[in-house]
């Protein structure tokens, strides 16, 4: 079902702005009665449409609507012109969320709104939040409660509230989707189960809710299972339950899903006590307010670091406006003490030990490590700690190359998994779930299955696929029911909060998986399952007695969230942690974690963890809303069109890879396509955050166009770039105005085209087309991974190579030989083997086309050649590609097939006992 708006608050926002439009209007034409008549129609009209839509808000919420409606019955249509201005101007500047006073009488009086300003800078700031209430009650019910917490309400608080109340079980969670300021939910037995409230408006936006299926569930069951829901979509929130029944009747599963349950509403300040302690609990920072704690004592310095306490900066004559511009907090919380209120990281027991595990309950995950230099060290201290020498590890060939570096360092064997390539944008897709379980079937079938202990992937990738997790999951989980998956959500750390995006993180699936196979029904299916398959045939569910649940995520926090560069998480979620694996974890953490770790990283860690537990839902929905926009005018607007194209889905994704996702998420013709049904179901989807831009029709390479034209005109930075695309993403940090700036240099950029296009001759035009056509169809074609030499495969002719022994040869420079790219081709056409020492990693794309003990191919090397980048590391030009001599590999051969032979003689000893 589509819409005209991306999600409710375009919609909600735009009638508003229509309303002071037309009220506005109305106050100008009054003497025309014919007009006025019709313009008061339209008016009525949009006045109902957003009755529809506030009464899942407080502010301005359906009482206010109700009562323009009447004003506008009554004729004050001046009155009713200046009361919607100040609405929208409230709406537009959320100032009414930091300042709530302006809701008051003051508001309802009429007072203009310049005069409220200027009392706002004398009154301190408040956070006012909301709280859905529910219960089927009457209006003057309503009245009294909301007048009951009104009077609880500390003046001096920084914390105030109002209730947004609902009546049934579907007005709740439309509610809940609706209204980000939601940060509580208190349930009454027995709400209604239907809403009687939904338009034709809003019911694009709440298939999440229209889908669930009500009606064999009774009054009892409606409360829990409401509670249930809203915490599977919005589980930060504080959850509490006002029952009538017995509390000793209650089920276990209901006294789980809730915070705290209440009787009979027997008494309203333990509700609103209870709510503010909730609110308390998550603005909590442990580590934070320790390290500020700290700051303000006087402290004298016996120890390490002359900057501490800012002493040897503001003391110079020479630095002391490095310390001007950060500013003397940075140097007050600038230490080595371990002690005095703060923690150590390497084996934390206060602050940041508790920091640790509200971030663990934040992001959902069992355990949760803080890391202050990247996810790069993040990746090696997971694989460090689970994978051992000769383990087979199964791994996106396009991953970060810290992946491949940490596989040296552990000496484990990767077995290389393609993506599909897509070859128009110079870009690599994401690995099938076909290719993972032909390469598991291989393996099994060499009988090496035993020795492949993990599967990793990139999810989302640099532009924006993103996997089915749990299909991907259960498939290998059917195949190795003991598979450890290592998600590297390096550029997805806020998929965490927002329902659409968090089914298909590590955690989150994690979490669903492991009460799933734990089930009576699931069991039951099972049995099913193994009944009905032939002879020889592979189960393609999970052993539920076998399964176990191991699964890590490395996120890059710094990259999507608020947090200081280099701060990333480790998420645990493994039923065998505690009893295999912490201890190894401790030593390989202790291996990668410096001594000295910067505490205002670990600061940040723990005030975004705040933020995405208070405002994450809000700032990711509106995040991906700005990357809407972004997309919707690049295609809507003709200038901008003629030259740029932003890739949609059809254009990344092949079709047999989304069976119920649409083309794209936008069109001119039919608006927005919703995509909560893809994002559930297919294979991969694309996250609309990554924007890749295509230039190609504009005659410009990515890299000019990122640097000459976005970065030294317009100081645009951008993610990075292919041979005719630059990559751009929203954040949680992305606001209105710099996608403004952003397409407004757009419109530069292609208003300067159309000038110089029109002042080319005709060879030059030719020549300038015969650019464009080159950049759009003469891209390289995009090489497989080849395969490993028989000197360094893991076991001959199976999955595996042996890249840490590769690696460590090219110590022996005796052993290296150089080959000019050049001469490559003429090499390889003399059946001359060229193996790679090392890996090879061209910026962009910016992962390894050659590592350590690689085949060099044919495609290879026409890729290399065809490439037009500034950037490889691993390459040297004046020297050429690094090899190893035919020596070096005539010695590996030797003891290859030594090791084999033994391989073969173990093999038969195991099969006589």
Partial sequence: MNSKHYNINQLRIDLWNELKEKSNLITRIQSNETLLDERLSELNEILQNLLSIEQYFSFPGSTLVRRIIKSVKKGELKAVSNQVAEIVQLLVSDNYRTHPEMLGENFNAGIPLDSKKDKLSSSSKKNYFEVLYVEDMSANEEMVLKNKIKELINPNSSLTYDLVVQRSFQDALICLFFNYNIQAACIRYAPLHSSTNITKHIKPFIQNVLKIDLSDVTDA????????????????????????????????????????IFYRMEDVQELHLTIISGINERFETPFYTALTEYSKKPTSVFHAMPISRGNSVFKSRWIADFGEFYGRNVFLAETSATNGGLDSLLQPKGPLKKAQEKAAKAYGAEHTFFVTNGTSTANKIVQQALIKPGDVVLVDRDCHKSHHYGLVLAGAFPAYLDSYPIEEYSMYGAVPLRVIKEKLIALKTAGRLDKVKMLLLTNCTFDGLVYNVEKVMETVLAIKPDMVFLWDEAWFAFASFTYTYKQRTGMYVAQKLFHK???????????EHIAGLKPNEMPSMPDPDKVKIRVYATQSTHKTLSCFRQGSMIQIWDEEYSRRVADNFQESYMTHTTTSPNYQILASMDAGRRQVELEGYELVEKSIEMAMIVRSTVQNHPKLSKYFHILTVKDTIPEEYRECGPNEYYTVEDGWARMEEAWEKDEFVLDPTKITLSVGKAGITGDAFKNAYLMDRFNIQVNKTSRNTVLLMTNIGTTRGSVTFLINALLQIADELDESNRSLNKRESEISQKQILSLINDVPPLPDFSYFHRSFQASPGVPGGNIREAFFLAYEEELCDYVPLSQCLNELAKKRELVSTSFVIPYPPGFPILVPGQVVSEEIIRFMIALDVKEIHGYRVE??????????????????????????NESKAKTKK
């Fill in 221 to 260: 069951e409606i409360g829990p299972l409401l509670g249930k829901y809203i915490h599977q979509f919005r589980p930060e929130l504080d959850i509490y339950y006002i029952t009538d029944t017995s509390l000793t009747h209650l089920k276990d599963s209901t006294l789980k899903a809730f915070r705290r």
């Fill in 517 to 527: 196979y734990r089930s009576e029904e699931y069991k039951a299916k099972y049995k």
């Fill in 879 to 904: 020297l050429g590609l690094k090899v190893f001599t035919e020596e070096a590999l005539n010695r590996k051969n030797t003891i290859s097939a030594m090791g084999a032979m033994m391989q073969l």
